[in-house]
C-alpha cells in the first residue's frame, strides 16, 4: 500500500512504472520488488518483510513526519539512525538476491 499511495500522485495519464515512479521519490526498488512478491508472488521471508517495514518507516519519517514537527523528531531519533544504517546496508545484500 504504501509503495502504491506514494508513487499514484506521480502517476500521469500513461501509465508510468512503479520502479521509475519509486526511483523519482527515492523509494529503494528493492521495496517495489518486495511489494510485487507479496502482491503478485510468494510471501517473502518475514525478515525481508521486516526490513522493507523499517525503510518504509524511515522513509516516511525522513520525507514526512520529521517536517510536520520541525526537526525534533530526527534530534530524538539519532540512536534510530545508526540502527537504520545497520538495515539499510543488511537490505542492499538482500537487494542483490531479488536482482
Not at 507479496?38 to 523499517?54: F, I, M, Q, S
Amino acid at each position: 500500500r504504501f509503495v502504491n499511495l506514494i508513487t499514484e500522485r506521480k502517476q500521469k495519464m500513461v501509465s508510468i512504472p512503479l520502479r521509475q515512479l519509486a526511483r523519482e521519490v527515492d523509494i529503494p526498488i528493492w521495496v517495489v520488488d518486495l511489494r510485487h512478491e507479496l502482491t503478485h508472488g510468494k510471501l517473502p521471508r518475514l525478515a525481508l518483510c521486516r526490513k522493507g517495514c523499517d525503510v518504509v518507516l524511515d522513509w516516511l519519517r525522513k520525507t514526512y513526519w520529521s517536517r510536520q514537527l520541525g526537526n525534533n523528531l530526527c534530534e530524538e531519533s539519532e540512536d534510530e539512525d545508526e540502527e537504520q544504517e545497520e538495515v539499510e546496508a543488511n537490505a542492499e545484500l538482500d537487494n542483490d538476491a531479488w536482482e
